[in-house]
């Protein structure tokens, strides 16, 4: 089974700051079926990056996914105040895991 | 647009069985998988199972022999039940679907808590 690990669990910043989160794989998997999600307190998940580094349309081309080997980057180039939020990836392997999240919040 | 709508009751006794609706607006049900994730409360996201459009199902296997997703492709509906639940299955149940082309959960239902308790 996939384990994903996301680092940091935090990320304290200021607004106009650049985020980068991590998304590490137990094992080397195919990036097509690497996805990540933004969920805001009381809010459904919302799909931010497919494919390790596509945007639905309507996603602002300031997030934006890369990927070197079995670790995934979500970067966040320029935080806006509706950014703060907790980011999960997500591998849609045999098991359909879910990072366990990291929480940008405000410094 | 397309809106994923949940119901289904919020309050379950343990050993019971939780039961969940997925109605699915403004899109076709062809083509797509229709998912289950749940939340715990101050957690991650868990995925339950998913149903195709065909009606073939794969399930979380710590959850499966507790578990169905069955579908109505007419009624463009999908739901969710859960045998014997305990407390730790108290979370918010999520509907959403999966979209092949994209490999993602594009549309996501509002989201219900379910609470296990007497």
């Known amino acids: 089974e996939i384990v994903l690990t996301q680092s940091p669990d935090t990320l304290s910043l200021s607004p106009g700051e650049r985020a980068i989160l991590s998304c590490r794989t137990s094992?080397?998997?195919?990036?097509?079926?690497l996805a990540w999600y933004q969920q805001k307190p009381g809010q459904a998940p919302r799909l931010l990056i497919y494919?390790?580094?596509n945007r639905p349309t309507g996603i602002p081309d300031r997030f934006s996914g890369s990927v070197s080997g079995t670790e995934f980057t979500l970067t966040i180039s320029n935080l806006e105040p509706e950014d703060f939020a907790v980011y999960f990836c997500h591998f849609y392997g045999t098991s359909r895991t879910f990072g366990q999240g990291t929480k940008v919040d405000v410094k | 647009q397309v809106q994923l709508q949940q119901g289904g009751a919020g309050l379950v006794k343990p050993s019971e069985t939780l039961s969940l609706t997925c109605a699915v607006h403004g899109g076709s049900f062809i083509g797509f998988y229709w998912s289950w994730i749940r939340q715990p409360p101050g957690k991650g996201l868990e995925w339950i199972g998913e149903?195709?459009?065909?009606?073939?199902?794969t399930y979380r296997p710590s959850l499966r022999s507790r578990v169905t997703i069955s579908a109505d492709a007419a009624r463009k509906q999908f739901s969710l039940r859960l045998r014997s639940v305990t407390a730790a299955d108290t979370a918010v149940y999520y509907c959403a679907r999966w979209a092949v082309p994209i490999y993602g959960y594009d549309y996501w239902g509002q989201g219900t808590l379910v609470v296990v308790s007497s």
């Open positions: 494919g390790s580094s």
């Open positions: 149903i195709s459009d065909s009606g073939s199902t």
């Open positions: 094992q080397s998997v195919w990036r097509r079926y």
